[in-house]
């Protein structure tokens, strides 16, 4: 009998041996997986406990100003430890773009690259996203990194001589990944991940999900993945999972943003991470686009969505029949956009259009309410280099939304061509047809008009402030004048008992009902326009560097340089309040776009 159990124990201390199975052990205990996510708003980098026992910590917490201007996810990614996990370089997704290095807690990052790094491209040439950008020496004091001038660049952090770069000896493949011990190839296909012994050579299918980022486990145990794939118009993301070598998955994130890389490091001792930032708001699911709110409601496109928010309550819900990326957007070449947004009360006003050189447009309006009605303000097609028509121009407070379409004829001499007329709609309650509140046309011998003939900058509900060719004037709901000056705005915003006006580096008042001049303060040195995109009007200034975008109980928000600006209209004291690319006031503060959340500061926050 004796005999008997001493074979079976035998038999099982061969099978334990050869059979590869993770555990949670004290090894995995001293790691962290690395990801990157917009869940914050921008990308940044967070940390992760692969044995769930610890809080998620975060590694990078800048801001980059030139994100503001950026279409897609910005912000850092691709971070790459060091073999000693004491030492982190990552890469800064904007303009112009950077590689940095910092201790393994993200503190004491600096530029090792101030030059964009292209990680579409690899030392090879060849076209791949996976593409990696940097590698590391096994002694953690060197650094190859692929970047200015197409160049492999070597780094040492010792501050000695760098070496000649021997121990480099092949750039590693995009979408492969050898386990540390040696033994163990993943490979990424339609399949899954293929898990291929470099000893036997067999290969085998270890987990049936598509993953587009893997990293090996220190102890070459487990993998770590980004569930998603890529796609020429798409890069649609899932779960961080964790998966051991016989194949047992399990989810470590889920639902936190938009997970643009992966890497597992270990967590060397008196190494101690930085706890995440607190976040307020709500998550659009990818970069926002346009921002809008009015009263207790608010308004953002994301991801070729419209979504609406109610602070007060947490709603959030989706108006357009869009495709509902949750956490995936659709890059520059795909073209469709959500262009213009507007809220009136529980009305909300956008503008669309499809891709391609000739490509539609509408307009279209829904009523946020229990069952979301939705109706069409306005259709069209147009057509890059020529222009036949065009329509946008939102602007809604309380019962009131307004909306432009304009018609215009080929120039050669200018973008988009030259208008010969536009009209100003006041948009009704269940759907056009809508009334024409104004409209202005080119002057009489076919001269063509190359500015804005007439559009709505803003609206209390009961007034209306357009510019008609440049000139600024308050209309009522109907269309008649109250007020005509000659004031030529790059942007207006009504504020309590007046209304304030931005020029070229100063920002005025004005009352409303004498058009007199209350006060006036300074703004930086910067071309100044309004929120508006080239869609969105004819001859939206899309250069302009400072962008008016809202005023109310006696603030002015305006956005420069990626930094959403505050000014108190009493004293003209200039504050910044946070970095984002468009902010708007409702009933409980502001709310201002910040990569891909929504956040909010109360009122009490801004005085």
Request: proline share 6%; net charge positive.
């Amino acid at each position: 009998m004796n005999t008997v159990l001493c074979k079976v124990a035998r038999y099982l201390a061969v099978f334990v041996f050869t059979v590869p199975i993770w555990t949670p052990s004290d090894a995995v205990a001293a790691t962290r997986i690395f990801y990157a996510s917009d869940w914050a708003g921008p990308m940044q980098i967070f940390a992760i406990d692969p044995t769930g026992r610890r809080p998620l910590a975060q590694i990078t917490f800048d801001r980059i100003p030139t994100c503001a201007d950026s279409s897609l996810p910005c912000g850092f990614v691709d971070p790459l430890p060091s073999p000693d996990g004491r030492k982190v370089i990552y890469r800064e997704l904007g303009e112009p773009g950077a590689l940095w290095l910092a201790d393994a807690t993200g503190r004491n990052a600096r530029r090792i690259a101030d030059a964009t790094l292209d990680a579409s491209f690899g030392p090879t040439g060849a076209v791949n996203p996976q593409a990696p950008y940097a590698v590391w020496a096994k002694d953690s004091k060197e650094v190859a990194y692929w970047g200015p001038g197409g160049m492999t660049h070597f780094l040492r952090l010792d501050r000695r001589r760098p070496s000649s770069g021997a121990w480099l000896r092949s750039w590693p493949q995009a979408g492969r990944a050898v386990s540390p011990d040696g033994r163990w190839l993943a490979s990424l296909n339609s399949d899954g991940i293929v898990l291929t012994n470099r000893r036997t050579k067999r290969s085998r299918v270890l987990v049936r999900r598509r993953a587009f980022r893997v990293s090996w486990s220190p102890d070459s145990r487990a993998l770590a993945y980004v569930e998603g794939a890529i796609s020429v118009d798409l890069a649609a993301t899932g779960d961080v999972h964790i998966v051991s070598l016989d194949g047992r998955d399990r989810v470590l994130v889920h639902g936190r943003g938009h997970v643009e890389s992966i890497a597992w490091t270990k967590q060397p001792a008196g190494v101690a991470y930085r706890g995440e930032e607190s976040v307020n708001g709500v998550y659009a699911g990818g970069r926002i686009g346009r921002l809008a709110a009015d009263g207790s409601r608010v308004a953002y496109a994301a991801c070729l969505n419209v979504f609406t928010w109610i602070p007060s309550s947490g709603a959030v819900r989706q108006l357009d029949e869009g495709p509902n990326r949750t956490a995936a957007c659709v890059p520059p070449e795909q073209r469709d956009e959500i262009y213009d947004l507007a809220v009136a009360g529980d009305s909300v006003a956008w503008g669309q259009k499809t891709s391609g050189l000739t490509f539609s447009w509408s307009l279209l309006q829904a009523v946020d309410t229990t069952n979301v009605a939705r109706y069409s303000l306005a259709t069209g097609r147009d057509s890059l280099g020529s222009h036949f028509d065009g329509g946008g121009g939102l602007a809604g407070a309380g019962g009131t939304l307004l909306y432009s379409v304009w018609g215009t004829r080929p120039d050669p001499a200018t973008t988009g061509g030259a208008v010969t007329a536009m009209t100003l709609f006041r948009a009704a309650s269940a759907g056009c047809p809508c009334p024409a509140i104004a409209y202005a046309a080119a002057p009489a011998g076919g001269r063509e008009v190359f500015v804005t003939p007439i559009v709505a900058l803003d609206t209390d509900g009961k007034r209306i402030a357009a510019l008609r060719f440049e000139s600024l004037m308050l209309l009522d709901p109907f269309g008649i004048v109250l007020l005509s000056t000659s004031v030529q705005a790059a942007a207006a915003q009504f504020v309590e008992g007046g209304i304030v006006i931005a020029l070229p580096h100063e920002l005025r008042v004005y009352d409303t009902a004498t058009g007199t001049l209350r006060r006036s303060w300074p703004l930086p040195s910067a071309s100044v326009g309004r929120d508006c995109l080239f869609y969105s009007e004819p001859r939206c200034p899309t250069t302009a560097e400072l962008k008016v975008q809202d005023a109310a109980r006696g603030l002015a928000a305006y956005v420069l340089k990626g930094r959403v600006h505050i000014v108190r209209l009493s004293d003209g004291r200039d504050t910044v309040a946070a970095f984002g690319s468009e902010a708007r006031f409702m009933d409980q503060g502001l709310v201002y776009a910040d990569g891909a959340r929504v956040r909010l500061i109360p009122y009490r926050s801004l005085r």
